[in-house]
Structures are given as C-alpha cells and as structure tokens.
C-alpha cells in the first residue's frame, strides 16, 4: 500500500514538474516574448559596440600620445592657436542644385574609353 502511495505521489510530482516546465517555455515562445527577448539582445549588443568603440577611441589617444613623445610633438606651439572648427556639410542651395543638374544635359558621344580598339 505505501510503495503505491510513493509512486502514486512521485508520478503526480513529475507530472506538475513537466507541465510547469512546459508552460513556461511555452510562455518564452510567444511573439511578444520572443520579440522582448530580440530587443534586449539588441541593446545588449549596442552597448557592447558602444564599448568597444570608446575602447578604440582610448587607445588611439594614447598611442598618438606616445607617438608625439616619440617624434617630439608634444612641444608648444609657438603660434598659440586653436584648430579651426571642423567643417559642416552644407545644404545644397538652389543655385548649385541648378549646376548639378547641368551636367546630366550633357551631350552624350557613342565613344566609350574602356572599349578596345
């Protein structure tokens, strides 16, 4: 009678277990968990560029620290100036639109550099 009760009480624990354990991969496999799942990977793999991009950018610091102690850069500059401000793209105006679109009314020739003659 006990060895039943056991196995009885053993089968039903198992059985809880697997459905337990079912239930929740199933919940992992829903499109909006998996979509969580893809998004968080994605951050994760953001920061690990952001990182590794900040690491480059320290180890080109220092090396061209070394370099200019190396080659004797790293004297003042006499002149006392600052670099200039990098420059900015600008947006095409009217004008230089009228001239890019100038060129595409060219002539075209039948004669082709690239052919072997």
Same mark, same amino acid.
């Given at each position: 009678?006990? @060895?039943?009760?056991?196995?009885?009480?053993?089968?039903?624990?198992?059985? =809880?277990?697997?459905?337990?354990?079912? !239930?929740?991969? /199933?919940?992992? #496999?829903?499109?909006?968990? #998996?979509?969580?799942?893809?998004? !968080?990977?994605? #951050? $994760?793999?953001?920061? @690990?560029?952001?990182?590794?991009?900040?690491? =480059? @950018?320290?180890?080109? =610091?220092?090396?061209? =620290?070394? /370099?200019? $102690?190396? #080659?004797? /850069?790293?004297?003042?500059?006499?002149?006392?100036?600052?670099?200039?401000?990098?420059? @900015?793209?600008?947006? /095409?105006?009217?004008?230089?639109?009228?001239?890019?679109?100038?060129?595409?009314?060219?002539?075209?020739?039948?004669? !082709?550099? !690239? $052919?072997?003659?």
């Amino acid at each position: 009678m006990f @060895r039943r009760t056991f196995w009885f009480t053993a089968g039903a624990a198992a059985g =809880v277990w697997a459905t337990t354990k079912v !239930n929740r991969k /199933l919940k992992q #496999l829903t499109p909006e968990s #998996l979509a969580a799942q893809a998004a !968080n990977k994605a #951050l $994760e793999t953001g920061h @690990r560029i952001k990182d590794f991009a900040l690491d =480059v @950018r320290a180890g080109m =610091v220092q090396r061209e =620290v070394e /370099l200019g $102690e190396a #080659l004797g /850069l790293d004297a003042p500059d006499d002149r006392g100036r600052e670099l200039p401000e990098p420059r @900015r793209r600008g947006v /095409l105006g009217p004008a230089a639109r009228s001239t890019a679109h100038s060129f595409s009314k060219m002539p075209t020739s039948s004669f !082709n550099r !690239n $052919e072997d003659h």
